[in-house]
């Protein structure tokens, strides 16, 4: 996929589809018979623990205990731009943002990268203001990848690393350059390979991002021919670690026939790629929307029902006969037209729901995790914090369990000991004080984390921290983490309760309104909008309901939160405790099980 850098701009797309397409029908392998597809395992068996390297059997992907694993992620880029770092770290800490996504229930991240990382660059658009992304200052591009790596794997998220580009100004149609050529890209994949050696949270990589038109597969001509170069590559990062996953993109055209760049696997069926390790090829497409381009299919009297026969022809088929797992690389939309709004829904529906198809399934990562992809956007909103749920709801039905396997590369993972005895030391009408004994680790801890609700308010070294700038009169919940020097954390000491001192309150008031925006039955998403209904600004507010049953809140944007028993109480953000009279604010959170119904809320402001 293409994207600005930082901004957001609509991508002019090359004209890729130079004819009128003929009608698309399924595609029948022309090469030699395949083994007949596996059966459906039970839904359960997504519950792997995605333990070790992996590899594959068929159409599916094993951990190194030989349990099936659907990977269900999100591709978070930067790394190939001239940033040289993921993005978003100019708004937000690193492990804040992967906690997010473990949160939201992804379980892989796929890392674009261009070949310039490798000549020492130093990443830009990194703040370290408030005590974030401290451990990453003067680290180079590499470095900052491992700290991303290896956290990810911490908290059991596995990695695939994408090379997008070969330099940072734009992507290829083919693999090589004039000034990177074929020798510096197969370098560049066989140092990775051995960089990440022994560090399961990296699973594969795939070798280069949407070949195009001139790229053919099968043609036999060693400048073009992507499935060969392909294989020339894929040897070559097998011979450096052999445990490795190689995931191998498709091309434009085949037999005159167009598709999306790089999701044109239909040559497959009579020129498969050849791995000289077994069970380590994983092949990849990418499909988009109209928000992309526009492309005859969406305007086919019969869409979205001629969408499957489609995805057969160019990538289904490798996974309904066997050949190979299929990995949906890259796919997104802004959501805002109808005919995409139809699209995902039949994507979602193609890609085969875990509950019904476990992990045999199509895997994916979807485009993309950041909002600053032009023509996509991302599952955050341009806050790099609020979740669209819309389209994250879209997804639901297709996430899967998380992996348990681990991640690490042989370096400290265990976790620092649980925070004791949190106790308010003292209020007033703006402040509340906080203290806590000490935790203990086998390395030693370096800092603690001290969150009100769920948002992070403080990093320190000490076992005290005063939190400031509160509302007279208002209940604030606290927690402690601690942390050591790998970045390990400690899981949340027991809340405690303060309420500052005075009234507060004035003569503003709030009323809240509730709305699910979507519920799959096992979660759902909901949305709440708080409005001012006084004569005054107000300086905070605070929303109470309870729930019907066992539903618990899994997650929670624009606003901090604690659950006890049923009942959940959502306090501001430090940047929307301010509404106009007369003015609305909003907030969200996901939950499960589903069917909550609409609650009856409660309104303070302060």
């Known amino acids: ?63 190194a205990q030989n349990q099936p694993v659907r990977m269900a992620g999100v591709n978070w880029f930067g790394f190939e731009t001239a940033n040289y770092v993921a993005h978003g770290l100019w708004s937000r800490d690193y492990k804040s943002m992967i906690d997010q996504m473990k949160t939201l229930g992804y379980n892989t991240i796929r890392l674009p990268y261009s070949d310039d990382i490798f000549k020492g660059t130093q990443p830009n658009g990194i703040t370290y203001a408030n005590g974030l992304n401290t451990d990453l200052q003067g680290l180079n591009s590499l470095q900052v990848m491992d700290r991303i790596v290896d956290y990810a794997g911490s908290i059991g998220l596995k990695v695939v690393l994408d090379r997008h580009r070969p330099d940072s100004s734009a992507q290829s149609a083919l693999w090589y350059t004039s000034a990177v050529p ?46 060969l170069a392909a294989e020339r590559a894929g040897n070559a990062v097998l011979s450096v670690n052999p445990s490795l996953l190689i995931f191998v993109e498709g091309v434009q055209t085949v037999n005159g026939q167009s598709n999306w760049w790089g999701g044109n696997l239909a040559g497959v069926a009579t020129a498969p790629v050849r791995l000289n390790v077994a069970d380590r090829l994983v092949y990849s497409a990418h499909d988009y929307a109209t928000s992309v381009a526009q492309q005859p299919w969406f305007s086919d009297p019969s869409f979205p029902a001629n969408m499957p026969a489609i995805w057969d022809k160019n990538w289904g088929y490798i996974f309904k006969q066997n050949i190979a797992p299929v990995w949906l690389g890259e796919f997104g939309t802004t959501l805002q037209s109808t005919v995409d709004q139809k699209w995902l829904a039949a994507l979602v529906d193609y890609l085969r729901p875990t509950n019904t198809y476990g992990a045999d399934s199509f895997n994916w990562t979807f485009w993309s995790w950041n909002p600053d992809s032009g023509d996509t956007g991302g599952i955050l909103k341009d806050d790099w914090q609020t979740v669209d749920t819309v389209k994250d709801g879209y997804l639901a039905a297709i996430k899967a369990p998380g992996f348990t396997g681990g991640g690490g590369g042989g370096g400290d993972t265990t976790a620092p000991s649980t925070p004791t005895s949190l106790a308010v030391t003292g209020t007033t009408s703006s402040s509340v004080s906080l203290s806590w004994k000490a935790s203990t680790d086998d390395t030693g801890v370096v800092g603690y984390d001290v969150y009100r609700g769920t948002g992070r308010v403080g990093q320190v070294t000490g076992t005290s921290f005063t939190d400031t700038g509160l509302t007279a009169g208002t209940r604030y919940d606290y927690t402690v983490r601690a942390r050591d020097a790998a970045g390990n954390t400690s899981p949340a000491s027991a809340s405690v309760a303060a309420t500052t001192t005075g009234t507060g309150g004035g003569s503003a008031g709030c009323k809240a309104t509730y709305k699910v925006s979507s519920d799959w039955g096992s979660g759902f998403n909901a949305d709440i909008t708080v409005t001012n209904t006084g004569t005054s600004v107000t300086r905070s507010w605070q929303v109470t309901w309870d729930w019907p049953g066992n539903q618990t809140v899994s997650g929670m944007w624009n606003a901090s939160y604690s659950q006890v028993g049923r009942t959940v109480t959502a306090s501001n953000a430090d940047h929307n405790g301010a509404i106009a009279a007369g003015a609305s604010t909003g907030f969200g959170f996901g939950a499960a099980p589903g069917g909550a119904g609409t609650r009856v809320l409660n309104c303070r402001a302060g």
């Open 1 to 63: 996929m293409r994207h600005p850098p930082r901004h957001r701009v609509r991508r002019a797309l090359v004209a890729f589809l130079t004819a009128a397409l003929t009608a698309l029908v399924p595609i029948t392998a022309a090469g030699p018979a395949q083994a007949a597809a596996a059966p459906s395992p039970s839904p359960g068996a997504a519950a792997a623990s995605g333990a070790g390297y992996w590899h594959t059997d068929g159409r599916r992907i094993l951990d």
């Open 182 to 227: 074929e020798t510096t890209w197969i370098s560049d994949l066989k140092s990775l390979a051995a960089r990440y050696q022994g560090n399961t949270a990296v699973i594969g990589i795939d070798l280069h991002n949407e070949p195009h038109d001139p790229a053919c597969w099968g043609c036999g001509d060693t400048s073009v021919d992507w499935r």
